[in-house]
């Protein structure tokens, strides 16, 4: 069974850091793409930031120079180091993994909320 949990959000003030992380299970972790997803209340779901099973990592504009990926395979784990946070940046953040062979984000997990207050 594939599980991917989140943990590591909370409240901050604008301008804060949070480190979010993801423990993933149930499949070959290190063979994924994993990304960070959010998702604000009323919008849509929006990429923050993906790494391939290689370590190449891509970001969303809205975060270049504040966000940082990273992975550590050997303990199937991904994380997310969120710096000077802005108030529109609160949203339920989401982990996902598209296996090898798969074309899309294939497990997601269940979300940790982020809010970040002026």
């Known amino acids: 069974q594939v599980r991917l949990v989140e943990s590591g959000g909370g409240s901050v003030q604008i301008g804060g850091s949070l480190r979010l992380s993801c423990a993933g299970s149930?499949?070959?972790?290190?063979?994924?793409?994993m990304g960070w997803f959010r998702q604000a209340p009323g919008k849509e779901r929006e990429g923050v930031a993906s790494?391939?099973?290689?370590?190449?990592?891509n970001y969303a504009d809205s975060v270049k120079g504040r966000f940082t990926i990273s992975r550590d395979n050997a303990k199937n784990t991904l994380s997310l180091q969120m710096n000077s946070l802005k108030p529109e940046e609160t949203a339920m953040y989401y982990c996902?993994?598209?296996?090898?062979?798969?074309?899309?984000?294939?497990?997601w997990g269940q979300g940790t909320q982020v809010t970040v207050s002026e």
């Open positions: 149930g499949y070959t972790f290190s063979g994924a793409s």
């Open positions: 996902a993994a598209q296996s090898y062979g798969a074309s899309v984000y294939n497990y």
């Open positions: 790494i391939t099973n290689y370590g190449a990592t």
